[in-house]
């Protein structure tokens, strides 16, 4: 279904091999590194197969994620530490592993680890981050065609098509929360986090498309910065008031072809509103749309989809 190939500018990237519709899972895959906390980041990476040590480290790095020197600092203080409990565990070539005292290498490998850990890792809940040898090659855009999310009964991450995928697109993902930021909020995070500026479709204002994408998103902006100021001088919120901005945000996300559980919430949301003020044909065709949203981000196995459908039942609409 994907392949993991070369792009024109991106490094590498995952790519479809076949027509995907909307809703398939593309990838299900186990972590490679599971941890609570980055100070068990070398240790666990330390422990892998020698082939799995080195396409790790070919995932990709930015250099703004931590200064050069204090990464040297905490690797020292790692090996020191490591020392005095006993030495590092580590998987030799031949699969025996063997414990031995850190050495220079161990000082000078620590930051360059930590640092792709920082620019890879999913948090998968319960204070928990991951590393994935394919999902870590998926590609940011703003409006992606595909979302991961954990699947706690697989206890695998899952990718799913969020909109049909052509056969030899790019599968993307968008690093990014979806919250209506606008385009140089967003260029600055993922040039701030990640080390790039992004030049997907919804970045580009130079295009007739993208630049009214970026005109409605200020818009909805202007919007809410006035609604949240009227709401501040009113006793009680209007809440037919509060439904109608968040059916426009919903809207404009799908006008724009975003998709996915950020999306399916708000909908969520504004369903309960609208059952609490007495809309229930408009709250029944958000919920609808919610699980509809839901299904296809998260796959129908995951129980983050019964949370939601269990959601829709407390409503009593249906």
């Known amino acids: 279904m994907y392949q993991i190939r070369q792009t024109a500018a991106k490094g590498l990237g995952v790519f479809a091999t076949r027509n995907i519709p909307r809703g398939s899972r593309i990838l299900s895959e186990k972590p490679v590194i599971l941890v609570k906390s980055e100070r068990d980041v070398y240790g666990a990476f330390r422990t892998l197969h020698e082939q799995d040590r080195n396409e790790l480290m070919q995932l990709s790095v930015s250099s703004q994620r931590r200064p050069n020197l204090l990464g040297w600092a905490e690797g020292l203080w790692y090996a020191s530490r490591q020392a005095l409990s006993g030495g590092l565990n580590v998987v030799e070539g031949d699969g025996k592993t063997k414990t031995r005292l850190p050495d220079l290498q161990s000082i000078a490998e620590y930051p360059a680890v930590l640092n792709v850990f920082r620019n890879n890792n999913f948090d998968i809940g319960n204070n928990t981050q991951a590393i994935f040898k394919d999902i870590c090659r998926l590609n940011h855009a703003c409006i992606p065609n595909a979302q991961g999310n954990f699947n706690a009964s697989l206890d695998r991450f899952t990718i799913h098509a969020l909109r049909p995928i052509s056969e030899d ?28 500026p992004c030049d997907c479709p919804a970045c580009d204002t130079t295009t007739e498309r993208g630049k009214l994408d970026e005109e409605a998103r200020q818009r909805m902006q202007s919007r809410l910065h006035s609604y949240a100021e009227s709401v501040s001088e009113q006793k009680y919120p209007d809440q037919a008031a509060e439904l109608e901005i968040m059916k426009e945000m919903i809207e404009m996300r799908e006008d724009q072809g975003l998709a996915g559980r950020e999306v399916a ?36 196995d995951n129980p983050v989809f019964e949370e939601s459908k269990a959601r829709v039942r407390a409503m009593a609409i249906v």
């Open 169 to 196: 697109e790019e599968i993307t993902l968008s690093y990014l929360a979806e919250h209506g930021a606008s385009r140089d909020a967003r260029q600055y995070r993922l040039q701030s986090n990640y080390g790039f």
């Open 265 to 300: 919430t708000m909908c969520f949301s504004a369903a309960e509103l609208a059952a609490n003020i007495g809309r229930r044909d408009v709250a029944l065709k958000l919920a609808n749309k919610g699980l509809s949203l839901d299904e296809d981000a998260v796959g129908i």
